[in-house]
């Protein structure tokens, strides 16, 4: 590639249609819109998902379950995850400064993994293995609120 093989992007140099500008233009009288009908006529706009009067499809489909609004996602981080830092005293804050979490959801333990040292941890939520295998290493987990 040099400077003589360089060509400007393709329809970078397209000129811009004119539309209404005269019979001779090509594009004069109804200005490329047609005749009559919702989308000749100015200011037509259509709710997203408008089918003409048709049942619209999010209507058609059938909705199943229940969705909770009210549902709280936690952040879950396995005990192996928590062995592999090498601290003894894990906060949410600290799983943070890891990378571990984003710390913007609270924090859940599971107990996926094992623990040889005896470790404090402070999280919103364990599962119930979890809480066996700290007590179990010799440390000591607690709930925040």
């Known amino acids: 590639m040099n400077l003589s093989t360089i060509r ?3 329809k970078s140099t397209e000129k811009r249609k004119r ?3 005269g019979m001779g ?3 004069g009288k109804t ?3 047609g ?3 919702q989308w000749s006529r100015s200011g037509a706009r259509l709710i997203r998902g408008f089918e003409g009067g048709q049942m619209p499809l999010h209507r058609r489909v059938p909705k199943r379950g229940f969705k909770n609004i ?3 996602e ?3 981080v396995n005990l192996d995850r928590l062995a592999a830092l090498g601290e003894t005293e894990i906060t949410p804050e600290s799983l943070k400064k890891a990378g571990v979490v984003n710390g913007k959801q609270p924090v859940k333990i599971l107990g996926n993994g094992e623990l040889k040292t005896a470790i404090t941890v402070h999280a919103h939520k364990f599962s119930k293995s979890a809480q066996e295998k700290i007590a179990k290493a010799g440390g000591k ?3 925040l609120q």
């Open 70 to 72: 009210f549902r709280e």
């Open 8 to 10: 400007a992007p393709r």
């Open 31 to 33: 200005s490329t819109r």
């Open 74 to 76: 936690y952040a879950v």
């Open 25 to 27: 233009s090509g594009m």
């Open 141 to 143: 987990f607690e709930v």
């Open 19 to 21: 539309v209404g500008r």
């Open 35 to 37: 005749h009559k009908g």
